[in-house]
């Protein structure tokens, strides 16, 4: 009578040995949900499927009511790369460039994305990006890296510019004939074209700190700007530069023009500059109420949409309002176009 028992036992303890032993499949992981007021944000534009906020986790949203509610872009890749910057060329086509190489494309105003480009191996940043005069797009980023897609970006290749180090790549920015243009990075990285993006020339490092953007004033006038406050203007199409006046020692990531010539710059601390003599002199006009503004996009109904590293801020413009009382005209949001 004990050895059926027995082998009864023997058959459990061996079925329970399996089943403490034997690999097991771990439940996926839930999907993160992140609310935009506290998402940390880089990049936002408008377009025809309305307004893009871009950041944390690789999300990217849209929203079809001027930020009143919010969905999520279909991205045919499971990501969770952060994403640095939102680029169009016009509302309807147009780049997402993120960490470990990520680049997303998009034909229809950023509802859809499709993945392009991703480097696990490298894990580089790319920082921004634009479409040249011979049709082409060129992304920047980190370590100097460079890439050119001749097939309306579907497909990328290293780049090369004579003379250029690894520093880190931040901002590309053309004039608005696209006949001049400027690179700008780490450690006063800068190179200038003059002759539509056909060939480079890497200029004399003027600033030994990080340059984050730069925008085009007319004419042979730039504006470059960056870490702590620095602000250097050229009158000689980028071959030359002199510190401007700038009255808060904090770092700058974002533009925009007015219709009148103005230039705001926004970066750390919510801090909104303004410029009305092409930017010789800045003052302080606005501190928004969230954190660092890493990018703006101006509202159907004159409002600014701030992006920020907490969350999204959207704003009247009378709280920016500058010197001459000029409508603020989102010139920024063309990539390729200052």
């Given at each position: 009578?004990?050895?059926?028992?027995?082998?009864?036992?023997?058959?459990?303890?061996?079925?329970?040995?399996?089943i403490?032993?034997?690999?097991?499949?771990?439940?996926?992981?839930?999907?993160?949900?992140?609310p935009?007021?506290?998402?940390?944000?880089n990049?936002?534009?408008?377009?025809?499927?309305?307004?893009l906020?871009?950041g944390e986790?690789?999300?990217?949203?849209?929203s079809?009511?001027?930020?009143?509610?919010?969905?999520?872009?279909?991205?045919?890749?499971?990501?969770?790369?952060?994403?640095?910057?939102?680029?169009f060329?016009?509302?309807r086509?147009?780049?997402?460039?993120?960490?470990?190489?990520?680049?997303?494309?998009?034909?229809?105003?950023?509802?859809?994305?499709?993945?392009?480009?991703?480097d696990?191996?490298?894990?580089?940043?790319?920082m921004?990006?634009?479409?040249?005069?011979?049709?082409?797009?060129?992304?920047?980023?980190?370590?100097?890296?460079?890439?050119?897609?001749?097939?309306?970006?579907?497909?990328?290749?290293?780049?090369?510019?004579?003379?250029?180090?690894?520093?880190?790549?931040?901002?590309?920015?053309?004039?608005?004939?696209?006949?001049?243009?400027?690179?700008?990075?780490?450690?006063?990285?800068?190179l200038?074209?003059?002759?539509?993006a056909?060939?480079?020339?890497?200029?004399?490092?003027?600033?030994?700190?990080s340059?984050?953007?730069?925008?085009?004033?007319?004419?042979?006038?730039?504006?470059?700007?960056?870490m702590?406050?620095?602000?250097?203007?050229?009158?000689?199409?980028?071959?030359?530069?002199?510190?401007?006046?700038?009255?808060?020692?904090?770092?700058?990531?974002?533009?925009?023009?007015?219709?009148?010539?103005?230039?705001?710059?926004f970066?750390?601390?919510?801090?909104?500059?303004s410029?009305?003599?092409?930017?010789?002199?800045?003052?302080?006009?606005?501190?928004?109420?969230?954190?660092?503004?890493?990018?703006v996009?101006?509202?159907?109904?004159?409002?600014?949409a701030?992006?920020?590293?907490?969350?999204?801020?959207?704003?009247?413009?009378?709280r920016?309002?500058?010197?001459?009382?000029?409508?603020?005209?989102?010139?920024?949001?063309?990539?390729g176009?200052?």
């Amino acid at each position: 009578m004990r050895t059926p028992v027995g082998v009864a036992m023997s058959i459990a303890i061996a079925a329970a040995a399996y089943i403490a032993f034997s690999p097991r499949a771990l439940p996926p992981i839930e999907t993160v949900h992140i609310p935009v007021q506290d998402m940390q944000l880089n990049g936002i534009e408008r377009t025809s499927s309305g307004l893009l906020i871009a950041g944390e986790l690789g999300k990217i949203l849209v929203s079809q009511d001027q930020g009143n509610t919010w969905t999520e872009a279909q991205i045919d890749q499971n990501r969770q790369a952060l994403i640095t910057r939102l680029m169009f060329v016009d509302e309807r086509n147009g780049l997402a460039l993120g960490h470990e190489g990520w680049i997303l494309r998009t034909e229809d105003g950023g509802r859809t994305w499709s993945e392009t480009a991703f480097d696990e191996s490298n894990g580089e940043p790319l920082m921004s990006a634009a479409r040249l005069p011979d049709g082409n797009w060129l992304v920047i980023g980190a370590f100097g890296r460079l890439l050119l897609s001749t097939d309306d970006r579907k497909t990328w290749e290293d780049f090369s510019i004579p003379g250029l180090t690894d520093w880190h790549l931040n901002a590309i920015a053309s004039s608005g004939d696209q006949q001049q243009w400027l690179i700008v990075g780490e450690a006063g990285t800068a190179l200038r074209s003059v002759d539509k993006a056909g060939s480079w020339e890497v200029i004399e490092p003027f600033y030994n700190g990080s340059l984050y953007g730069a925008v085009h004033l007319g004419g042979d006038v730039w504006i470059t700007y960056g870490m702590r406050g620095h602000v250097f203007r050229s009158e000689d199409a980028g071959l030359t530069w002199q510190e401007s006046k700038v009255p808060a020692p904090v770092s700058l990531y974002s533009h925009l023009t007015t219709q009148g010539g103005e230039l705001l710059l926004f970066g750390q601390g919510g801090l909104v500059l303004s410029s009305a003599d092409s930017g010789k002199v800045f003052r302080v006009v606005q501190r928004a109420e969230r954190g660092a503004i890493t990018d703006v996009a101006l509202m159907p109904d004159g409002r600014l949409a701030l992006a920020t590293d907490g969350g999204l801020d959207i704003i009247a413009p009378t709280r920016v309002a500058g010197t001459n009382g000029s409508q603020i005209n989102a010139s920024r949001s063309k990539a390729g176009e200052s």
